[in-house]
């Protein structure tokens, strides 16, 4: 795991992580959209209480999704 | 709709609908997690700028989610 907690970075990996663990029962957009709700669902309960910090993290989230999700976009182009 | 813009009922109804909408290809569960990829990021691409309404905002949403999923899982309880 990249040390760098809530980087893209850190979320892209974890993204993957999670994409390969469920890949016989889901579709990757499946499994990043659950993995999606269940991360920000836990930030924003955080008690950190600094909004600006909550926002930071969720738009890295974010930001990791669309990279991913462009990845495996242009990967099933490759396979067609 | 209700006209409280993202408030807690406001999502609420949206999930229904969506829930609803999508009946015959996801499960509620999966039509729940994208809808509230797709509002999220909505949510913080916004050029409100205001960290405490956007943490507002993802706060109601997530607090319809986890209501609408009870809902659901009590309606599916009766049904067995």
Do not use: C, G
Not at 37 to 65: C, G, M, P
């Amino acid at each position: 795991m990249n040390s760098n907690l809530f980087s893209v970075d850190y979320f892209k990996e974890a993204l993957h992580l999670q994409i390969k663990k469920n890949e016989d029962v889901h579709t990757p957009i499946q499994t990043m959209n659950s993995y999606y709700h269940t991360v920000i669902s836990a930030i924003i309960q955080d008690r950190i209480n600094k909004n600006f910090e909550l926002i930071r993290r969720i738009r890295n989230l974010d930001t990791a999704y669309n990279e991913v999700k462009a990845e495996i976009k242009q990967q099933q182009q490759v396979q067609h």
